[in-house]
């Protein structure tokens, strides 16, 4: 274990109440306290480091000034919010982050009555700090009271048209509404930090409606060095979405920018804004992701999402894997493809990193898109694309694809347009837990006329999948693959398209069917060798496409076999359920036989080891094994419960 820091400030505070008691000398010594035990803490749990190290001087401002949890503040996404759980009582619980039975990386309702509101999907928190406040104002009810709302936003969650709906609707109801847009992109020159130092003074002072005069007035007042400075400042402002004018335009009060890690300022904007502001107001703070910690300023991420690392080096601990990744395979075989293929391009909302599509962009630059948090968008300038003759890949986690739900419908299900959707995530995933599982693609892709539905069962699989996909020009087409490493398999140099509509046989048996969709089969092996040590033969088949099913594989199933079992790393109303309508149609079951369907249960799953996850969920190679024997030997199920 690593030398934890020393935290005399820190360890004073059991509560955000403890706060008030300090001096702002006093507040500013507890940011760095603050700082070096979000490091310490994420090099041993690992996790989202870069973001709560840029808001360690707002978390604390916040909870000084404040008072939570009346006073509602809500972390927009919330991979920022360790510091806050470290100031809000969970301190004693922090190094439980991400994993079984500890503290979730996000923020989570049922966790604390410090987070008001639970995130992990991003641009949400300014449509519910805008609820609360109407709750407020209408005579809402909770345990601990209605205060103000706080929603802190970042830049890049600025990028999705829900955040701008709600500013829009905010500004129109005009009520008391704090947002403070926490801005960790824009660069802005040394001499502006001498002059938010100065503004800091002024601001705590002026009545709020003096506010903007202020500001406008304070460069005159600078010395001319200082005044260059302020003026390319506010150039660049000027050509930003970012500006004031913008969020004025909307209905809110705007003051900014200022610096997000000047303790002084930040308290006195925020008392100020607490003591005088009347109806929505936009506080527009400049921060930078990671700061205070060179390893995480110095990265390209800025350090956003790290496994356990060396404190002192910031050297990650991961374990060497003999296997690539899946989303690693992806991104290669599908450059192979475009190499081959001019028509097509990537698009992905904001994880270019996480889909693999940066490989993709360093060959093929002008041809990927990162069309920021922005699904909706994305899906439909695929569907736009694919119109115009070119065939786009739509690169999303599964969790997020969600988000473009509508579109996929309208825009590319209905217009029968050939968008290619890998769907990268799907199924359990560990340590971000149930928000970011990847559970009910299957069922919400393939109840949908005309679309064809994948899964790849190890990364070999995958590479021919994106080969099916990169083909398909009938329609929308999707294939679904899991986080982290494949299985070993040997690799195929270029993949072959696959018949649509067509499983494969994996091994022939006797007695029970295990028909397989997605990476469950490396279990289901593991189960067929337990109970061929029992004297049971199962038959193995892997299924590959969910719609359209391979009608003619199963049925042959359903005749040979007195049971038959769909298992898949989905929810109920997918795979199984397609294979269940099936059998019911053709009149599989008059016959006697006895179906079971293996799914993820009718429940959120929380955090844990991706291992642990599907140990919850029932689908190990134990659960197939016990599963199968008590279909056989019905007699047996007490035995096998016990």
């Not at 505070?13 to 310490?40: C, G, I, W, Y």
């Not at 910031?314 to 028509?343: H, M």
Request: hydrophobic share 45%; net charge negative; aromatic share 6%.
């Amino acid at each position: 274990m690593t030398d934890r820091p020393q935290t005399p400030l820190l360890d004073r505070v059991q509560s955000p109440a403890d706060l008030k008691a300090f001096s702002d000398t006093e507040l500013e010594r507890l940011a760095h306290e603050l700082r070096a035990e979000t490091v310490s803490t994420v090099s041993e749990t690992g996790g989202h480091l870069g973001a709560g190290l840029g808001v360690v001087e707002m978390t604390v401002a916040l909870h000084a000034v404040f008072d939570a949890p009346r006073d509602k503040i809500i972390w927009d996404v919330g991979h920022q919010c360790y510091p806050h759980k470290i100031l809000t009582g969970r301190r004693d619980r922090i190094r439980t982050l991400r994993q079984k039975g500890g503290l979730s990386g996000f923020t989570k309702r049922a966790e604390s009555a410090y987070d008001p509101f639970g995130a992990a999907h991003s641009s949400t928190s300014i449509s519910a700090a805008l609820g609360f406040a109407v709750a407020r104002d209408l005579g809402g009810s909770v345990p601990e009271g209605l205060g103000d709302a706080i929603a802190v936003i970042g830049d890049g969650a600025l990028s999705a048209g829900m955040a701008y709906e709600a500013l829009n609707c905010a500004g129109h109801e005009k009520r008391r509404l704090i947002v403070i847009l926490n801005d960790n992109e824009m660069s802005i020159a040394p001499p502006v930090g001498a002059m938010s130092k100065y503004l800091s003074r002024l601001y705590a002072g002026a009545p709020f409606q003096e506010l903007k005069a202020v500001a406008k007035g304070a460069v005159r007042m600078l010395p001319p060095p200082l005044q260059e400075g302020a003026k390319r400042a506010k150039d660049i402002l000027k050509h930003t979405v970012v500006g004031g004018t913008l969020f004025q335009e909307l209905g809110f009060s705007y003051v900014g920018p200022i610096d997000g890690h000047d303790m002084e300022q930040l308290l006195a904007v925020l008392r100020t804004v607490k003591a005088r502001a009347h109806g929505p107001i936009l506080i527009h703070a400049i921060t930078r992701k990671g700061k205070g910690y060179g390893p995480a300023e110095d990265a390209a991420d800025r350090g956003h999402a790290r496994a356990k690392f060396d404190v002192l080096t910031g050297k990650q601990k991961k374990a060497a894997s003999n296997a690539p990744s899946y989303t690693k395979v992806f991104a290669q075989a599908l450059i192979r493809e475009a190499e081959a293929d001019p028509r097509i391009v990537a698009v992905t909302a904001a994880m270019p990193d996480g889909t693999g599509l940066d490989l993709f962009a360093e060959r093929f630059a002008n041809r990927c898109f990162d069309v920021g948090i922005a699904e909706q968008h994305g899906v439909t300038f695929c569907a736009g694309m694919a119109a115009g003759g070119l065939r786009p890949f739509c690169a999303l986690y599964s969790t997020f694809l969600q988000r473009g739900y509508d579109q996929v419908v309208h825009d590319v299900a209905i217009q029968g347009l050939p968008v290619r959707f890998a769907i990268d995530r799907a199924g359990l995933v560990g340590a971000d837990g149930a928000t970011h599982a990847g559970s009910f693609d299957v069922a919400y892709l393939a109840n949908l006329p005309g679309f064809v539905v994948m899964a790849a069962a190890d990364e070999a699989e995958l590479v021919h999948m994106v080969a099916t996909a990169a083909a398909h020009d009938s329609g929308p087409i999707a294939f679904r693959f899991p986080r982290g490493e494949g299985t070993g398999v040997d690799m195929p140099e270029r993949g072959v398209p696959l018949e649509i509509g067509r499983g494969r046989m994996i091994r022939e048996g006797a007695d029970v069917a295990i028909l397989s969709f997605g990476t469950r089969l490396q279990e289901v092996l593991k189960a067929c060798e337990a109970l061929e040590a029992q004297g049971i033969r199962p038959t193995v088949a892997d299924a590959r496409f969910a719609k359209p099913l391979d009608r003619e594989l199963i049925l042959r199933l359903a005749a040979d076999h007195a049971a038959l079992i769909t298992i898949e790393e989905g929810a109920v109303g997918g795979f199984g359920s397609h294979v269940a309508q099936l059998l019911a149609e053709e009149g599989a079951f008059d016959t006697g036989l006895k179906f079971r369907s293996m799914t993820l249960p009718d429940a959120f799953i929380d955090q844990a080891s991706p291992e642990d996850m599907y140990a919850a969920a029932g689908l190990t190679a134990a659960d197939i094994e016990a599963r199968v024997r008590a279909l056989l030997r019905p007699a047996d199920k007490a035995a096998l419960r016990a």
